[in-house]
């Protein structure tokens, strides 16, 4: 059995515009604060906000009262450091300071990841000439974000024409990503849109015990596939083409489950039927539903490794049913004094085995 690493260490910075001289930036430490931090909570998802919470007792609002006024709070950008030792190397969090809560001893601080001023504001305008993925890009821009997409977009139809209709730019990002079977999530400062994960090398591997990683909370849930109502059989998309000619698109077809057909309003006028097919069968992946789902807590990878979703992870002896390879859906880092837990969501598909 492996040492258990025994100095959990969380650093919080907090940039506060309008201040000069270096007088913005706000910095708490876990191991300075102890006796007033409570914890910490990172939870890292896709197709929401990652957030991040952070609290301190604090029964006689000293620390409140040095953070804020009597007037509004700015939307300051947060890091969180989070590890053993004094070395944290990077933020495992960046974000936006949106909310402060109040209770009767502590004071609670809630950001949100970078994206969260993609929700600020519904807009109105065309984008004419552009895929999905430019889409993607300039929205991303706008708001002072890199973006990244995946490594082997499929080649889709750009649109003639395609209008964002009093939506926020998270909202048209997310509509875009859909058509396009993608999902997306914001870290540090980029937008990211990939393809639905699929299980690889792993980047950590968990024994049931045998390793202290692994603790006592965990539980796996199989369900067969075929019989949940979100499995799609297939998936059908039908748009218009040139000289207003119907095409459709259609996805390969699974033995069991609902038909999914998909009709686009806004055709692009350069849709083919290949192109098409291409849609609905990332379509398909995209709403797939999985055999298998697990939760775990372990601690902190004392080597190091910052779990995020889509990494493989590999889970050995919890029986021949459930032990695999999984992929993380939802990653969510606990500091409370002298601990630093992960939690993992987990899931994998039958094939995954």
Do not use: C
């Not at 919080?12 to 001289?21: A, L």
């Not at 692994?214 to 748009?239: C, H, M, S």
């Not at 990653?331 to 039958?350: H, M």
Request: no cysteine.
């Amino acid at each position: 059995m492996n040492e258990l690493p025994s100095n959990p260490h969380a650093i919080i910075e907090i940039e506060r515009s309008g201040f000069t001289d270096g007088q913005g930036l706000v910095r708490w430490d876990s191991w300075q604060q102890e006796r007033l931090f409570e914890g910490v909570d990172v939870e890292l998802v896709t197709n929401e906000s990652s957030q991040a919470t952070w609290s301190f007792f604090d029964p006689e609002f000293k620390i409140i009262d040095a953070f804020t006024g009597t007037d509004t709070v700015s939307m300051s950008t947060v890091r969180i450091f989070l590890g053993y030792g004094q070395e944290l190397g990077e933020p495992i969090f960046k974000g936006l300071l949106t909310q402060i809560r109040r209770g009767p001893s502590s004071t609670e601080f809630i950001a949100f990841d970078m994206g969260f001023k993609m929700k600020l504001i519904k807009k109105a305008g065309y984008k004419n000439k552009k895929d999905d993925l430019a889409i993607l890009k300039a929205l991303a821009e706008r708001n002072g974000l890199k973006f990244e997409g995946p490594t082997s977009p499929l080649k889709l139809e750009p649109h003639k024409a395609i209008m964002q209709d009093e939506q926020t730019d998270w909202e048209w990002a997310m509509e875009r990503a859909r058509d396009s079977g993608l999902v997306i999530f914001v870290r540090q400062d980029t937008l990211f849109a990939k393809y639905p994960a699929k299980v690889e090398t792993p980047v950590l591997s968990l024994v049931n015990k045998k390793d202290f990683v692994l603790q006592a909370g965990w539980n796996f849930l199989y369900r067969t596939p075929e019989n949940q109502d979100g499995r799609p059989r297939v998936v059908k998309i039908r748009r218009r083409g040139k000289g207003g000619k119907l095409l459709q698109g259609q996805s390969s077809v699974s033995t069991r489950g609902r038909e999914n057909v998909i009709l686009k309003r806004d055709g692009s006028g350069k849709a083919t039927k290949s192109k098409l097919t291409k849609r609905a069968q990332a379509q398909k992946e995209l709403d797939r539903e999985h055999a298998f789902e697990g939760q775990v807590e372990i601690v902190f990878p004392p080597n190091g490794e910052r779990l995020d979703v889509r990494n493989t992870v590999e889970v050995l002896e919890v029986g021949k049913l459930f032990s695999g390879k999984y992929i993380t859906d939802s990653v969510s880092y606990q500091l409370a004094p002298g601990t630093l837990g992960v939690s993992l969501g987990l899931f994998r598909d039958i094939s995954n085995g």
